[in-house]
């Protein structure tokens, strides 16, 4: 009874972790066989006691757990079942006999060869990519399919090209059984039958997987651009012999219109020698002249736009279709009338936005349950501020839009240019083009710049190179905004397109990335534009601030034990959280210490992570902005704004 402690806590299993990492299988055999419950045990990552063996290669303790009464068809919080994470291990030749004895009970089970993770990965991908050939060729030999793709439209021969070695060639090969569906996954709630069960041990019901299930939601944005009597439009990419003036050909070039005494002269020509009817004729042929060459007319113009963000005439056409439709969404706009000058003694209140893609669309509905309870709340902003995606609704608010028709458009518009990989990977070059947000640009904001603004605005971006002319060349934090003056001029479509160029997502825009790379959470940098004495010399005991985050994490954390010994490789992969995280954090503090009650920080935790082009999640995000309880946000403005 001393030691029940391992079975009724974390501790417990923590013990049972710790002495599988390090292949202490004394203590191993111990806990399972006085504690047989946590031999399939998942701990929040969804990794049991066998998930850790493996990964950290303790053969011993793998050949010990898999004489038990093992669960094959757990998987981890992402999805990855154990082939998946033995399709990475290049195993040493004394430890191959476990190693493909624990890979021959898992390939036995079809579901398990066919799962794929909340990547779309299935385990041939990983293997593909590892170069794994005789794991490839027992993986195709069990009837993985071949050509199945993941959420980003990968299949494992592309993942194979992005390997140190092309193992397989594996275009050559068919899948096994086409009529299969190559989407079912493993790892969901149901009881296995004894036949599915074949090759393995056999699951009591109390032993079924732990992990959640993710329910891909199929939403018209996923449906591609192209109708289906229309051809899939590709990035246009010149050879070394081509430049990108290539695209300057006759057919893209709309023809000159005539000169007015050309007409004139035919026109003259035509007179002496026709009839009244005829004479009519020329008439009406002369008028639909002039419509053509009126609508060249407009041509030339839109060439310039497309020319200028180098599209074909043929996308841009496309892309203008698109963006019409959802710029259409759109209420008529009524700006937010000018606020009058602060003195000292009134409040001055700021809003801000944190970026976070696609997870943004759920702000514009939190904030739209603010607007309906407090129906003059926008037009008591002083200052509204926002990052990368959420430089959008921080502009719409200003420019008076409806905020649900402008949650509509982010929602179409986001998942649009989510859906259209130019990249591979995002391996060799950015994954997304930022094409079709210009033409979207252009149809909602048109011209406008930020001095038409009639509330002050401030959105940041990060200017990585000033540029060879520049004598002190070097990088640059920008909080462009339209009340200090020296960033008036730019465009609005620009200043958003900038602060959202999210690096890997996205290339630089004038040589800008997303704000996030200097602060995800804008409110820390606005502070002291406000209430500084070189910028508005703000009263800060005047200042309030309601921060909206894009969601908090829900392993708000970076696992000490996972990389304690982590070389730079394994730390890349966390730097970005790091990078935000940390900020948001130090952000949080100092606006509790700066402002005490009068700053609120929103930010509701996620159920699991939410990558920000990951728009299958589209209808989670958009229920957490409909249902969060804001009743103490509430109460924060009835006392503060």
Known sequence: KEN?????????????????????????????????????????????????????????????????NINYY?????????????????????????????????????????????????????????????????????????????????TPWDYCQFSDKICIDLSTMNDPDDGTPNSVSPFSNESFSDSEQSGGNKLSKGQEMLSPRYVSIKKSHETPLETKNTKEVKEIKPNKSQSILHLKSKSDIPPEVETSTTLDLKEEHKSKNTTPREEETTEQKGNQNQENNEKDAIS??????????????EKYKKFEALATKFAGYLNPPKPLPPKAPYQKGDK?????????????????????????????????????????????PCVAIALGYDLLSVEKMMEDMLC??????INKGGIVGHQYSNKFLFVMGDKVFGDLTMDKLTRKVCI?????????????????????????????????????????????????????????????????????????????????????VLSIGAGYPAIPYIPEEELREA???????????????????????????????????????????????????????KSMGDNLDLTETFKWIEQNW
């Open 74 to 154: 757990m998987a981890d919080k992402n999805g990855n079942s154990l082939l998946h994470i033995l399709a990475k291990i290049k195993v040493k030749k004394e430890y191959e006999a476990i190693y493909f004895e624990l890979v021959q009970k898992l390939v036995s089970h079809r579901r398990i060869v066919r799962g794929k993770n909340v990547l779309g990965e299935t385990p041939l991908h990983i293997a593909c990519l590892n170069s794994h050939k005789k794991l490839i060729q027992l993986l195709i030999d069990n009837k993985s399919l071949i050509h199945c793709k993941t959420e980003k439209g990968l």
């Open 348 to 392: 001055f209140r700021i809003l801000s936005l944190d970026g976070g893609g696609i997870k943004c669309i759920y702000q514009c509905a939190i904030l739209q349950r603010i607007l309906d309870k407090f129906p003059d709340f926008f037009e008591k902003i002083d200052v509204i501020t926002g990052v990368s995606a959420s430089s959008v």
């Open 567 to 621: 070389g730079p490789v394994k730390w890349t992969l966390h730097m970005p959280d790091l990078q935000i995280e940390s900020r948001k954090s130090f952000i949080e503090f100092e606006g509790k210490y700066l402002l005490g009650d009068r700053f609120f920080r929103l930010n509701p935790k996620l159920p699991y992570q939410i990558d920000l082009d990951y728009c299958k999640d589209v209808e989670l995000i």
């Open 4 to 68: 029940d402690w391992i079975k009724t806590t974390l501790k417990g299993f923590k013990l049972l972790r710790l002495a599988s990492q390090i292949d202490s299988v004394g203590v191993v055999s111990y806990i399972i066989e006085h504690y047989p419950e946590r031999l399939n045990y998942q701990d929040v990552y969804g990794k049991s006691c066998l998930f850790y063996a493996v990964e950290q290669e303790q053969w011993s303790t793998v050949k010990y757990l898999i004489s038990k």
């Open 460 to 544: 940041p971006s990060y200017l990585t190179d000033t540029g060879k002319d520049d004598p002190h060349r070097t990088s640059l934090a920008k909080f462009y905004n339209n009340f200090l003056g020296e960033e008036v001029p730019y465009s609005l479509t620009e200043v958003c397109i900038q602060s959202a160029a999210a690096p890997g997502y996205f290339g630089s825009v004038n040589a800008h990335l997303d704000g996030g790379v200097i602060i995800n959470e804008p409110c820390g940098g606005v502070l002291s534009y406000v209430i500084g004495e070189y910028g508005l010399n703000v009263d800060i005991k005047d200042i309030s």
């Open 416 to 421: 649009e240019t989510f859906s259209r990989i």
């Open 300 to 313: 030339k113009i839109d060439y310039k736009k497309y020319k200028k963000y180098n599209i074909d005439e």
